[in-house]
């Protein structure tokens, strides 16, 4: 299971960091991604890491803003997301599956999925 927090509100130009905690398996195996969806659009992928080799990997036009990482002993997945801008607001979800390199963006690939957890960025 998956369980990502972290969510808020946050004026334009801070930062938040959220959390996606694994249990009841492992993950470690695994690609985790963060994805998102603002109100009246689809679930786009933000970034994402392969746990056993902390390989990363983001969306081309988000990278710089957003920073993913992992800690094994809390089996935890994090997303840094600083310079938060209006457009960032959404409802953030992580996933995990397992996958070939090219479809790690690909929201599809993504067997496992945490509820969301819901970032307000006001301007």
């Known amino acids: 299971q998956l369980q990502a927090c972290g969510g808020g509100l946050v004026q334009a130009g801070g930062s938040l960091r959220l959390s996606c905690a694994t249990s009841?398996?492992?993950?470690?195996?695994?690609?985790v991604g963060w994805f998102r969806q603002a109100p009246g659009r689809g679930r786009e992928f933000v970034a994402g890491?392969?746990?056993?080799?902390?390989?990363?990997f983001y969306a081309d036009l988000l990278k710089g803003r957003f920073t993913i990482s992992r800690d094994n002993a809390k089996d935890t997945v994090y997303l840094q997301m600083d310079n938060r801008k209006p457009e960032d607001t959404a409802v953030y979800y992580c996933?995990?599956?397992?996958?070939?390199?090219?479809?790690?963006?690909?929201?599809?690939?993504?067997?496992?999925w945490g509820q969301g957890t819901l970032v307000t960025v006001s301007s």
């Open positions: 009841g398996r492992t993950f470690r195996g695994y690609h």
């Open positions: 890491i392969m746990w056993s080799t902390r390989r990363t």
């Open positions: 996933a995990a599956g397992s996958m070939i390199q090219s479809e790690r963006r690909n929201r599809d690939a993504y067997k496992y």
